[in-house]
C-alpha cells in the first residue's frame, strides 16, 4: 500500500529466508497514494527443511519518505511428515522419550515421537507439551497415573504451569492424516484437566491450506480427577489430508497441569451402549 502523497512507479520488491540472500525482483507498474497492489514473486520461497524458518519481505524505494514501514517479518514451521497416514491413527505415548519437568517455563524442550510436533517455543506458541509417567510435580493438579495402562509408569503428555507459567500457549500438531476414502472419521483423545487454576484446550484442524479453530467449544476449568473421554466428528474434512492442533493454555496459577492421552483417529462403525 502506498501511503505516501504522490505515486510509487517501477520498484524493487525484495525477500529474505533464514537470513539468506535477497531474492530481488521489479514491481512493474504505478501504485497512486493510498491504493494497494500485489507482487507474486517468479521465484517462490522454498522451504524443503523441517523445523522454524523466518521470511522478512521488503520494498527499496527511492526517497522512501517513511522507511519503517517498509518491511514485513512472519516465521512458519515446516512440519516434517512424508507421507500421510490413513486410518486408523492411534498415538498412546509409550514410546515417547520422557521429557523434563522442570520449573522452567518456555526453557524445556520436549522433542516427541511418531511425527507428532511441538511447535516451537516463542515462535509459533510459548510451552511443549511434555511426556511424562506418573504425577506430575505439583501437587493437587495433572493425573497420577495414564489412561493406557493405569500404572505409574505408562506416559501421557502435560502442560507444565508452575513457576509463573501462567496463560501460556503450548500447540501439539499432529501429523498429516488421509481422510480419502472414509464415511465417518472421528477424533478421539482421554483428557485430563484437574486442577483449581485449569486452563483451556482447544481442538484445531488445518486443511485446505489453512487453519479452522475450535472445531468443537474449548474445553475450560477444573474438571473431575480422571480420564475423560472426547469424541471429535471430522465428518466435514472427508476426502482431505489434515493435520490436528492440540491447542493447549495454562491457566492463571501453577494449578493447571494439563494433560493428553490415547489421541486416535478412526471410522465410527456402530454404537457401544454399555
Given at each position: 500500500?502506498?501511503?505516501?502523497?504522490?505515486?510509487?512507479?517501477?520498484?524493487?520488491?525484495?525477500?529474505?529466508?533464514?537470513?539468506?540472500?535477497?531474492?530481488?525482483?521489479?514491481?512493474?507498474?504505478?501504485?497512486n497514494p493510498g491504493a494497494m497492489a500485489t507482487h507474486t514473486f517468479t521465484n517462490p520461497i522454498n522451504i524443503s527443511a523441517p523445523g522454524a524458518h523466518s521470511i522478512l519481505a521488503y520494498v527499496v524505494l527511492t526517497n522512501d519518505g517513511n522507511g519503517f514501514?517498509?518491511?514485513?517479518?512472519?516465521?512458519?514451521?515446516?512440519?516434517?511428515?512424508?507421507?500421510?497416514?490413513?486410518?486408523?491413527?492411534?498415538?498412546?505415548?509409550?514410546?515417547?522419550?520422557?521429557?523434563?519437568?522442570?520449573?522452567?517455563c518456555e526453557v524445556t524442550i520436549c522433542f516427541l515421537g511418531n511425527d507428532l510436533v511441538n511447535e516451537e517455543n516463542l515462535v509459533s506458541d510459548d510451552i511443549d507439551w511434555r511426556t511424562?509417567?506418573?504425577?506430575?510435580?505439583?501437587?493437587?493438579?495433572?493425573?497420577?497415573?495414564?489412561?493406557?495402562?493405569?500404572?505409574?509408569?505408562?506416559?501421557?503428555?502435560?502442560?507444565?504451569?508452575?513457576?509463573?507459567?501462567?496463560g501460556k500457549i503450548a500447540n501439539m500438531v499432529t501429523p498429516c492424516i488421509n481422510l480419502t476414502g472414509t464415511t465417518?472419521?472421528?477424533?478421539?483423545?482421554?483428557?485430563?484437566?484437574?486442577?483449581a487454576d485449569m486452563g483451556d484446550l482447544h481442538i484445531d484442524i488445518f486443511a485446505n491450506d489453512s487453519w479452522i479453530n475450535d472445531v468443537?467449544?474449548?474445553?475450560?476449568?477444573?474438571?473431575?480427577?480422571?480420564?475423560?473421554?472426547?469424541?471429535?466428528?471430522?465428518?466435514?474434512?472427508?476426502?482431505?489430508?489434515?493435520?490436528?492442533?492440540?491447542?493447549?493454555?495454562?491457566g492463571p496459577d501453577f494449578a493447571s497441569d494439563l494433560a493428553l492421552d490415547d489421541i486416535g483417529v478412526a471410522e465410527l462403525t456402530g454404537i457401544n451402549d454399555d
Open positions: 500500500k502506498n501511503e505516501g502523497l504522490s505515486p510509487i512507479t517501477n520498484f524493487d520488491v525484495a525477500y529474505i529466508l533464514d537470513n539468506g540472500s535477497p531474492v530481488v525482483e521489479t514491481f512493474t507498474g504505478t501504485i514501514n517498509d518491511t514485513l517479518a512472519a516465521s512458519v514451521t515446516m512440519i516434517n511428515a512424508p507421507a500421510a497416514i490413513g486410518l486408523p491413527y492411534i498415538e498412546d505415548f509409550e514410546t515417547f522419550a520422557p521429557c523434563g519437568t522442570d520449573f522452567d511424562n509417567a506418573g504425577p506430575t510435580p505439583s501437587q493437587g493438579t495433572g493425573p497420577d497415573v495414564d489412561h493406557t495402562t493405569g500404572t505409574a509408569i505408562g506416559q501421557y503428555v502435560y502442560t507444565e504451569a508452575s513457576n509463573g507459567c501462567f465417518n472419521p472421528v477424533l478421539s483423545f482421554y483428557y485430563h484437566m484437574f486442577g468443537v467449544p474449548a474445553i475450560s476449568g477444573n474438571q473431575p480427577n480422571q480420564w475423560i473421554l472426547q469424541n471429535v466428528g471430522l465428518s466435514n474434512y472427508i476426502g482431505q489430508i489434515v493435520n490436528i492442533r492440540f491447542r493447549g493454555v495454562t
